[in-house]
């Protein structure tokens, strides 16, 4: 991208930090953490009062001015073509802007995500990278309304993977912005325990008290089931084409990452699953 500028290079930045994607899973979380800790937040969204949007350049500078940290969370996913690209020109606005500190939502086992990744480091800031295995709010978030009827139906077949509550991210993210030891760190965040998607289904069977069956679906199936609950058909095939390749057993391998940085075990799948299943995530009478 060319035409890039800062809006000053001598302003004074404080400790305001800018969340990206402010309403999204962890950026929400990250907010509301901050916010509790006293910490000044600029929530930035699309929609938020702090105008933020990925595919317009001049909403970047506005929402970093007199930012001292900020949390990047890229949407869709920087898995997509351009997205490495996008968020090192970013990177570099933001140190331009006298941005002191980036931390960088990653996923695991995606080739795009460490393009970023080097895109951050390079960018001259104080980074963090934490890199992330598959949410487990993706089954209350996103695939919510299948699970309310008994159906879990996504690629990944019998593999497995440590499922990871976004609470525990947030907490990790939070630690980043705010304290200088995690500076120039990567963290791999998962969950305690490794996970096939039939043992994540029989789990919350067993915390919602009615059946739920995983069926595994071939890409095309996901992507047209995905651009039947509302995703437009461009972004369907390529979130359909990531979730299977990172749910092919490539991160099939726990960390303690979790445990290093807030001293405390990560949050187990089971215990998640009974929280939810108390506040009504999956009752029928949400639809």
Not at 49 to 75: K, M, N, Q, R, S
Request: charged content about 25%; hydrophobic content about 40%; glycine content about 8%.
């Amino acid at each position: 991208m060319t035409n890039i500028h800062a809006t000053t290079t001598t302003t004074e930045t404080t400790n305001t930090v800018l969340v990206l994607c402010a309403s999204g899973k962890t950026g929400r979380r990250v907010t509301q953490r901050l916010t509790a800790a006293g910490v000044p937040v600029r929530a930035a969204s699309r929609s938020g009062e702090t105008h933020f949007d990925w595919e317009d350049e001049t909403t970047w500078a506005p929402a970093l001015a007199g930012v001292g940290a900020v949390y990047i969370v890229y949407y869709p996913d920087l898995a997509f073509p351009g997205a490495a690209d996008t968020v090192g020109d970013f990177a570099d606005l933001a140190v331009a802007n006298n941005v002191r500190r980036l931390v960088l939502l990653s996923g695991r086992g995606e080739e795009g995500a460490r393009q970023a990744e080097q895109r951050v480091r390079a960018s001259g800031a104080d980074w963090t990278l934490v890199r992330c295995a598959f949410f487990n709010q993706n089954f209350s978030e996103i695939f919510d309304e299948a699970i309310r009827y008994g159906a879990l139906a996504m690629p990944g077949g019998e593999t497995v993977e440590p499922f990871l509550d976004a609470d525990d991210i947030a907490e990790v993210v939070v630690a980043a912005l705010t304290d200088d030891q995690h500076i120039g760190r990567l963290y791999e965040l998962t969950g305690p325990r490794l996970l096939t998607l039939t043992d994540a289904a029989d789990e919350l069977a067993a915390a919602i008290g009615r059946d739920v069956r995983y069926t595994s679906l071939t890409v095309d199936e996901f992507a047209a089931e995905l651009t039947s609950q509302g995703v437009p058909q461009e972004e369907a095939a390529p979130i359909a084409n990531l979730i299977a390749e990172v749910l092919d057993g490539r991160n099939a391998h726990l960390t303690d990452d979790v445990q290093r940085v807030l001293g405390r075990p990560a949050r187990d799948f089971s215990d998640w699953a009974i929280e939810c299943a108390a506040q009504g995530t999956w009752n029928l009478d949400q639809t």
